[in-house]
């Protein structure tokens, strides 16, 4: 058993750098889930742990061991891959059993593992087919199985559940949920699936470009991102990120549009402490969730008027985009009124919801 | 071939880096470098270094002498007669089995018992040893007791000596060229055909494109690579012992072509 | 029902020219083969007869009792196996690496290969004499099926890199997480995915090895160090003009194991072919 360390680990392929300054410590038993947008440098992570690549800079420790010069073989970890990467001159038993064997594991107890964990599964029998044989959803179970067999210490996964069907998918979710309360080992999983990351982590590391952007648990991140991209990325639909100027008269607010959003003391403190005066623009980010859509102006709300652009209908759920003075706004609608493109339209913002950050750096203010 | 670059290429199907760095890759290229170097590029240097003296084969002491058995060879008629014919008879020779490679592979990429029954037959030349095929070839195209001048005298057309007048001369040897070696011309743009995904096909026809159309912007640019391997695993190096000037005439044939390929790219 | 009738006509002209095909490329064989099952007075008939009336196996058991033939066809498999062998191993190895690596100048290397491979040829045959007579490996059968590899191994480079190139590298990291040295996974997991292709580069090599003529012809010379296709040559020069009966028996009996071999295997070598990056 055991966590897995990064300390400040850089990976540079030539001029490109792939990985930047990544520093992040999954407890043993934890459940990270790495989450971004493809090409974000996530599997590029998953890879240093595993010891497929080595770091530019910096250490990977596993149960608190240094491993960043040692190879996979010797890491005690396993890895499902993403094209689930099973062995096609091998059939199923022979792929389970391949990592036992290579590491001298006698045949029978070889064996008695194999089926153990073939029947918890519920691939018995696949056992002697090929992996061309198999379906998706079957595939995906032999790579799963192929990793537990060993009982490893450090699970890594590398989006396993993108290529199957969205049914699929949901059940194979709560399996790996159920598998890693069994098994209690640690599980470093990529994904660039939010919905699949809210539900399988204890904790979520946010990453862009190379670097992690945010690291905590899914709650977390989704009310309080720490930066403008973490606030872009999760949530569905998206926050709503729109530009408002600092200004005072009685009182602090932020002028956005028409409307005037008032600015609570310890908002007010830190764009101070910022270095933000009068007059500066700052990013305003609110959650759909947070914007009611209406016919008539509320009184101790801002609003803003505007009209219908489209009516997103998701499930039980219904987001309009509202054209304002200020950008579309999504807003979540609750109340049962109807609406059509073009209606004529007042969208409410929820004061105390707001998200202030600074548009130079993205952070949060 | 070409690898995805740059940061949208780093999710997968990348090169695998080495714990050890680099070496063992080093290690494995060595017979191969080994191989090349002492089998075939130091004959190929020592012949050139040797083109440029007086050295026979019967003494031990020699000089430089420059280029001057390039420029004895260049004059004489005797050499330069031969040299064009080998440039001719190597020209055809690969266009030839080119044309007819392709040609073979479009129409025997069938399921047709016959077309497998052909491509099988295909091979069977270039199993067979030169010595026997020129020797059956030139029993067959004999003047006086060829099969060829038998089998024409059934049809009534007077025989012909196929060996004997330079023209046709060439075109026996460039036809049994062709005849030996297609096979590897065949089977390489053949592969390459067949792994040509269907649905481009389907694609080209539902945007309207004709049978040519196709085969010049989907067939001829996807067999390209096999195109080019055939063409240097052709007649190149063979043909005459005077390398050197052979190897200049390759040069610009090789040139030429991939001059060709770039502005058909 | 047009459409029907123009598949009908397609079908038929296919089944037409593949005919003429099979005839063009079998008739010279089948003519061989009917040549030496002939008797040796009947060969010279003119115009000739296509089957022989009392076919004979006199030229095959001369051929295989009589002279150095069964020497020189266990003197061709010798070097057609190593060459084979030397062939695949070089190969496998760089293209392996070639696929890989990421060593810089890597595409100039698999480049300066195939120029190697362009610029040798016969023109190398003088050296290679010269080189073979001060090493002492003038009738060295090792030292020619060295010969016939390295002609050989410039192609089979290129054709093994590009399979290798088409093996997703995932298995291989599979196989390093599951506890394999780069070593292991090479021979445990790519190797045995690459098996068309080894079948491939071995007929290629094996085509090469087993038919050529020149360069034998000029380091081989003693009797019993000949390969086969010098075995037949020696037909035409020390009996008189052509012996057609013996070297179309020795023709034959050089042949039929290839045939088979290569016909048995052609689903290989085909599936190398076409797993190979012969495309971009």
């Known amino acids: ?365 | 071939m070409k690898r995805e670059q740059g940061p949208g290429g780093f999710g997968s199907g990348r090169l695998t880096t080495n714990f050890k760095g680099s070496g063992i890759y080093i290690w494995m290229l060595l017979p191969v470098i080994l191989l090349e170097t002492a089998i075939s590029l130091y004959p190929t240097l020592y012949t050139f270094f040797m083109s440029l003296t007086n050295a026979t084969l019967r003494s031990n002491n020699f000089e430089f002498v420059g280029l001057s058995n390039y420029l004895r060879a260049i004059g004489d008629s005797f050499f330069r007669q031969s040299f064009v014919l080998t440039l001719i008879y190597m020209a055809a020779a690969i266009v030839l089995r080119l044309i007819a490679g392709i040609g073979l592979a479009l129409l025997l990429n069938k399921r047709a018992v016959s077309a497998t029954v052909a491509r099988g037959s295909i091979l069977v030349p270039w199993i067979m040893g030169e010595v026997v095929v020129a020797a059956i070839w030139l029993w067959i195209l004999d003047h006086q007791t060829g099969l060829l001048n038998a089998l024409l005298q059934v049809a009534h057309i007077p025989p012909q000596a196929w060996l004997a007048y330079p023209t046709l001369a060439i075109a026996s040897v460039v036809w049994v060229a062709l005849w030996r070696n297609l096979a590897f011309s065949f089977f390489i743009q053949f592969a390459a055909i067949q792994s040509i995904p269907p649905d481009l096909y389907e694609a080209a026809r539902v945007d309207g494109a004709s049978y040519l159309s196709s085969l010049r912007y989907i067939t001829i640019p996807l067999i390209k690579v096999p195109i080019l391997i055939s063409f240097l695993n052709g007649e190149l190096g063979y043909g005459a012992a005077l390398s050197g000037l052979i190897l200049l005439g390759n040069l610009a044939l090789c040139l030429i072509y991939l001059a060709v390929l770039r502005i058909s790219k | 029902m047009r459409r029907h009738r123009t598949e009908k006509i397609r079908q038929f002209i296919t089944w037409v020219l593949s005919v003429a095909i099979i005839t063009i490329m079998l008739f010279p064989v089948a003519w061989t083969f009917l040549t030496s099952i002939k008797d040796p007075a009947e060969i010279f008939d003119y115009p000739p007869s296509l089957l022989s009336e009392n076919p004979t196996l006199v030229n095959y058991i001369y051929v295989l009792t009589q002279t150095a033939i069964p020497k020189q066809l266990i003197n061709s498999i010798f070097v057609a196996i190593a060459a084979i062998l030397i062939t695949i191993i070089a190969s496998s190895l760089a293209g392996y690496s070639l696929a890989r690596s990421r060593l810089k100048g890597k595409n100039a290397l698999s480049l300066a290969i195939l120029a190697i491979h362009m610029v040798s040829g016969i023109g190398n045959v003088i050296a290679l004499y010269i080189i073979a007579y001060q090493l002492r490996l003038l009738d060295s059968l090792p030292f020619l099926a060295l010969i016939y590899a390295s002609a050989a191994t410039p192609f089979s480079v290129w054709f093994m890199r590009g399979y290798f190139e088409k093996i997703p590298t995932e298995l291989e990291d599979a196989a390093m997480v599951d506890g394999c040295s780069r070593w292991q996974s090479f021979f445990r997991i790519s190797i045995p995915l690459a098996a068309p292709a080894l079948v491939t580069v071995s007929l290629y090599s094996f085509a090469i090895a087993w038919n050529e003529f020149i360069i034998a012809s000029i380091l081989l010379s003693s009797e019993t160090k000949k390969t086969l296709p010098l075995g037949i040559y020696s037909f035409v020069t020390f009996h008189g003009g052509f012996e057609w009966g013996y070297i179309t028996a020795t023709a034959i009996i050089g042949v039929l194991p290839v045939l088979v071999l290569f016909l048995s295997l052609q689903k290989y070598f085909l599936a190398g072919l076409m797993g190979g990056s012969l495309k971009e």
């Open chain 1, 1 to 365: 058993m055991g966590g897995v360390r990064f300390d400040r680990v850089t990976k540079l392929y030539g001029r490109i750098t792939a990985v930047k300054d990544v520093d992040f410590d999954a407890a043993d038993g934890e459940f990270l889930v790495l989450l971004g947008p493809s090409g974000c440098g996530k599997t590029t992570i998953l890879r240093l742990a595993a010891g497929l690549e080595r770091p530019t800079h910096g250490r990977v420790y596993i149960d608190d061991a240094d491993v960043t010069d040692i190879e996979p073989k010797d890491r005690n970890i396993a890895m499902v891959f993403q094209s689930y990467a099973l062995y096609p001159h091998m059939d199923v038993g022979e792929n389970l059993s391949f990592g036992l064997k290579m590491r001298g594991i006698p045949t029978d107890e070889r064996e008695k593992r194999v089926n153990g964990i073939a029947g918890m599964l519920g691939i018995e029998h696949l056992l002697k087919r090929k992996p061309k044989e198999l379906s998706g959803g079957e595939k995906q179970r032999v790579a799963v199985g192929r990793a537990i067999v060993r009982n490893p210490s450090v699970f890594l996964m590398d989006e396993p559940l993108s290529s199957l069907d969205a049914k699929l998918r949901v059940q194979m979710r709560a399996e790996l949920l159920r598998l890693h309360r069994e098994l209690g080992t640690t599980f470093l999983y990529v994904t660039h699936d939010q919905t699949e990351a809210t539900m399988l982590g204890n904790r979520i590391a946010v990453i862009n470009n190379g670097q992690v952007r945010q690291i905590g648990s899914p709650d977390e991140i989704y009310r309080n991102p720490v930066n403008l991209f973490v606030a872009g990325f999760i949530g569905t639909p998206p926050m709503n990120l729109v530009s408002a100027t600092f200004y005072q008269k009685e009182k602090t607010f932020f002028s956005l549009g028409e409307a005037q959003v008032g600015i609570d003391d310890r908002a007010h403190e830190a764009l101070i402490r910022n270095g933000f005066h009068v007059g500066d623009k700052v990013v305003i980010g609110i959650r759909p969730g947070d914007i009611s859509a209406g016919l008539i102006e509320t009184k101790d709300e801002p609003s803003l008027k505007g009209t219908i652009e489209l009516v997103e209908v998701l499930g039980t759920e219904v987001f309009v985009h509202v054209q304002t003075q200020v950008g579309v706004l999504t807003a979540k609608h609750v109340g049962n009124l109807s609406f059509r493109v073009g209606d004529a339209i007042r969208v409410s913002l929820k004061q105390n919801a707001i998200h202030i950050f600074d548009p130079e750096t993205g952070n949060r203010i």
